[in-house]
């Protein structure tokens, strides 16, 4: 006669069975958007759903012809450069682990270099040219330690350091072994785990006055960083404030023929049936699924659904609606030039006078955030990047330009404007299988924070949707919850 301890293991595996074939005959994840984001939570699908669960179906929408979103790339004169997203910091190790997986090479520029912080009028702080092999940020920062810096800002710029290396290893707990970090239901959740939260609470002024740091620092080389990375003012909130200040530990990378290779190579190892050219515009709950349609006319259904884009300036319809904070996209429009710039426009008399990087303080007048070369052709021509908060207009460019040969415009839907205190939009957008990747750019917006969020819903769609069903189902004891742990990634 078998005893109960005999039996429960047979049931279990007949349930088992029985939820696998409920869930290969149905289950697909269908995922709106082929950023880092959307590639992310296709990749840690793959990666954590145990050999147990059949895998599921992965369907990525998209509606530009390539996958990247807002990593992508621009060809000046026959030359690639980074056209959005563009440095990574040394400990962005979801980004550290892709290169490596997909065997991609690392990259520092190695151009002279040097800053200067212009107000309009004239350039109230100049570094000399350096040599050095780092990209333009990073010098920015590796010129923090140099005799210059230190003569006009003084010790407040190691407060500034150790501000930003304190958030920086708070922000490694996301890091920490799956079995030890919980998965997060909510952004708060998320963020107070690893004591960020508060720094969304305030601005990045306040933060920097709270630790120390001297008006000028602040007004000067600060304001010059959040312009060029978020092209924001110091009013910004203080976490996305010290993630844009994060590049003063040195070492700042990016990827040999761009950025992007990253997302190429997760969506090409996920398994992802990809979907290009095709914009998702209704979402509808039917109960037990979601009902996609695209502007194609075609419908596709899924169990799980994640938005991977940022809903602030989107048009999908959802049935029944769902709610979120209101949230304004900044944008940033990047405008490459090739040519040279002209030495009149900054009072100055050669162009070898200009700094490789001009960064500007606040002031409604300015018309540009910065302007930096990308690399130097000759002594005649040059390819520069210019990042503003308005378009770049002709007229505008031929006054800072002698010669204009080419010239680019993109208009960014960039970021997040970070208004403190922030308000955060649900991960789990109706208590159901919709996600949400992007409720988590209002803390910070990189590429390693979408692929940070991308993990958790990952980890949320593994043990809400796939524990569940597989341990569940078939009138399981509800003890099972105690199982459904190992699922739990
Ligand atoms: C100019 C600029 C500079 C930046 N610099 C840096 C930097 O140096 N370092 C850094 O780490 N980060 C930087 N960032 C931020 C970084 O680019 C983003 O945080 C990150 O790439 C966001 O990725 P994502 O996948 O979440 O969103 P996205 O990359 O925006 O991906 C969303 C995708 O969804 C698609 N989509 C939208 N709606 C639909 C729909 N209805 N149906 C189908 N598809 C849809 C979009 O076309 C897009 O491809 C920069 C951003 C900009 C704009
Ligand atoms: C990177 O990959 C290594 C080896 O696979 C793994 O141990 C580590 O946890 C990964 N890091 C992250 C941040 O996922
Ligand atoms: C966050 O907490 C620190 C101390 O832990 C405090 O100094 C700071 O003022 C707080 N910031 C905000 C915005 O509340
Ligand atoms: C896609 O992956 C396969 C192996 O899985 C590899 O051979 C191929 O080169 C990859 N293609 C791209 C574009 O990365
Ligand atoms: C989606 O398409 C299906 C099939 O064409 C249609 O029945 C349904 O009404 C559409 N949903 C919406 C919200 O338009």
């Not at 078998?2 to 279990?12: D, K, N, R």
């Not at 304190?166 to 107070?192: A, C, G, N, Q």
């Not at 993109?410 to 919709?434: K, M, N, Q, S, T």
Request: contains cysteine; aromatic residues 10%.
């Amino acid at each position: 006669m078998a005893t109960m301890a005999s039996i429960l293991p047979v049931l279990t595996l007949l349930a088992l069975s029985q939820a696998q074939h409920a869930l290969s005959s149905s289950s697909t994840v269908c995922i709106i958007g082929s950023g880092i984001g959307g590639s992310s939570v296709a990749h840690f699908l793959r990666q954590y759903l145990p050999e147990s669960v059949p895998p599921p179906n992965i369907r990525m929408f998209e509606r530009n012809g390539v996958v990247g979103g807002r990593i992508a790339t621009v060809t000046v004169a026959g030359e690639t450069f980074e056209a959005g997203a563009s440095i990574l910091h040394p400990k962005n190790f979801h980004a550290v682990n892709y290169t490596k997986l997909l065997n991609l090479k690392a990259k520092t520029s190695s151009d002279s270099f040097s800053m200067g912080i212009w107000d309009g009028k004239t350039f109230i702080f100049k570094t000399l040219q350096i040599s050095c092999k780092l990209p333009f940020i990073d010098k920015i920062l590796s010129l923090v330690n140099s005799v210059y810096m230190f003569l006009r800002y003084g010790l407040s710029l190691l407060k500034m350091q150790n501000f930003v290396e304190l958030t920086v290893d708070r922000f490694l707990k996301y890091y920490d072994e799956l079995e030890s970090r919980p998965i997060f239901e909510t952004v708060d959740e998320m963020l107070k785990w690893a004591d960020l939260y508060n720094l969304t609470t305030g601005s990045l002024e306040e933060e920097l006055v709270d630790v120390g740091l001297s008006p000028l620092l602040i007004k000067e080389l600060v304001t010059v960083i959040t312009r060029i990375n978020y092209g924001q003012s110091v009013h910004m909130s203080g976490l996305a404030g010290a993630v844009s200040l994060a590049g003063s530990g040195g070492g700042l990378w990016s990827i040999e023929g761009g950025n992007r290779q990253m997302v190429v190579g997760l969506v090409n190892q996920s398994d992802v049936v990809l979907h290009l050219h095709e914009e998702i515009e209704s979402v509808s709950d039917l109960g037990d699924s979601y009902e996609l349609n695209s502007t194609k006319g075609n419908s596709y259904t899924c169990e799980v659904a994640v938005v991977a884009t940022p809903l602030d300036e989107l048009n999908i319809q959802f049935i029944p609606p769902i709610s979120i904070p209101k949230r304004k996209l900044q944008h940033t429009y990047t405008t490459f030039v090739r040519g040279l710039l002209n030495p009149t426009y900054f009072g100055l008399n050669a162009v070898t006078e200009i700094p490789k990087l001009v960064g500007t303080v606040e002031d409604p007048d300015l018309p540009f955030s910065s302007i930096s070369v990308l690399k130097q052709h000759d002594e005649k021509e040059a390819t520069y990047k210019i990042f503003s908060r308005q378009p770049m207009v002709d007229a505008l460019l031929d006054n800072i330009f002698s010669v204009r040969k080419e010239t680019i415009r993109i208009d960014w839907a960039a970021y997040p404007h970070y208004h403190p205190p922030e308000v955060f939009a649900p991960f789990i957008l109706d208590g159901r299988h919709l996600y949400y990747v992007n409720a988590f750019e209002n803390a910070a917006s990189t590429m390693e924070t979408s692929a940070v969020a991308a993990e958790n819903i990952a980890r949320l769609i593994g043990s809400r949707y796939f524990g569940k069903l597989i341990f569940t189902h078939q009138g399981l004891p509800a003890s099972s919850h105690k199982e459904a742990a190992h699922v739990d990634l």
